[in-house]
């Protein structure tokens, strides 16, 4: 049982060489040619294996029933001296044997180089960033993530002198504004009465 923390990683499933894939391809149609198709089950047997599928273990037992008849049939056949095969004999051997090999080896090679894919070749080696925050491999997302926080005070400074610590200059008050004091008033008020005085004077004695 695991507790907390991450499930345990599966382990990839692990793909034969292509050197090894291509030796057992080449065996088993070779198998199947030389064999004259009696033996065209043993691919078909390999490729059920292989995939576990259910439709391969239905073409394997289809392959299988098919050979074993045409070993029947061909059992069948006259093989006494002065008994010769029909032509409808022959043309038959020969399209069961063309048609039994075609299909599995076809059906065959498809299905093993699609199920096995391309050669990924060399897996490429990363490496951990050293810029990257935290230590490498450390998850940093997660519910169980943790996120360092930063220590609160001063940051150490490596060796060279703290730099001094230097205080906002003092603001100076804004200036009260400007009042003109009552006598001023009085006395421009007295010069415009005047003034105006005056002006009407100069106006009456024209």
């Not at 073409?59 to 045409?70: E, N, P, R």
Request: glycine share 8%.
């Amino acid at each position: 049982m695991h507790g907390y923390g991450y499930p345990p990683q599966q382990q990839p499933k692990r793909r034969p060489s292509s050197a090894t894939l291509v030796t057992l391809r080449v065996v088993f149609v070779a198998l199947t040619l030389f064999s004259c198709t009696f033996l065209s089950w043993a691919a078909m047997l390999r490729l059920a294996i292989v995939t576990r599928k259910p439709r391969d273990w239905w073409m394997f037992g289809l392959v299988l029933a098919l050979s074993i008849g045409f070993v029947v049939y061909v059992g069948l056949l006259p093989t006494e001296e002065g008994e010769e095969m029909t032509d409808g004999q022959a043309i038959t051997v020969l399209a069961w044997m063309l048609i039994l090999f075609a299909g599995t080896v076809t059906y065959y090679l498809y299905m093993e180089i699609r199920h096995f894919g391309p050669d990924p070749g060399p897996t490429p080696v990363t490496y951990p960033n050293p810029y990257a925050g935290g230590r490498p491999g450390a998850p940093t997302a997660g519910a169980h993530a943790q996120h360092p926080t930063m220590p609160a005070g001063p940051l150490p400074s490596y060796g060279y002198p703290p730099a001094p610590r230097q205080d906002p200059a003092p603001v100076p008050p804004p200036d009260p504004p400007r009042t003109t004091p009552p006598g001023r008033l009085d006395q421009v008020r007295a010069e415009l009465d005047e003034l105006s005085d005056y002006l009407r004077k100069e106006g009456d004695n024209r």
